[in-house]
């Protein structure tokens, strides 16, 4: 059973950085996809980006240029590095991996961009 454990989200100012790591425990068989999705309070959640097994990545149009998602394949880990933040960040973020036969969520970790 595969396990997402997140870590790194915290206060930060406007125009500040975060870095989020997802680590995958357990028994992992091959993870195909690592994301990161967001929910705000009384909004949807949303994907913010997504990386593939060959780091093949994806971002919604909304990081663009200031988030930068990673993935180390040997340790079953993906990266968030967020610049830049604005208050319309805030939201707990929530790491996803699904493989073949599994998708798995994180508990969730809040970023809060407030000054």
């Known amino acids: 059973q595969v396990q997402l454990v997140e870590s790194g989200g915290g206060l930060v100012q406007p125009g500040g950085s975060l870095r989020l790591s997802c680590a995958a425990t357990?028994?992992?068989?091959?993870?195909?996809?690592m994301s990161w999705y967001r929910q705000a309070p009384g909004k949807g959640r949303e994907l913010v980006a997504s990386i593939t097994s060959d780091s093949s990545t994806n971002y919604a149009d909304f990081v663009k240029g200031r988030f930068t998602i990673s993935r180390d394949n040997g340790k079953n880990t993906v990266l968030l590095q967020m610049n830049s933040l604005k208050p319309e960040d805030t939201a707990v973020y929530y790491c996803y991996a699904r493989g073949a036969f599994y998708q798995v969520w994180g508990q969730g970790t809040q970023v809060t961009v407030s000054s």
């Open positions: 357990g028994t992992i068989f091959r993870i195909n996809i």
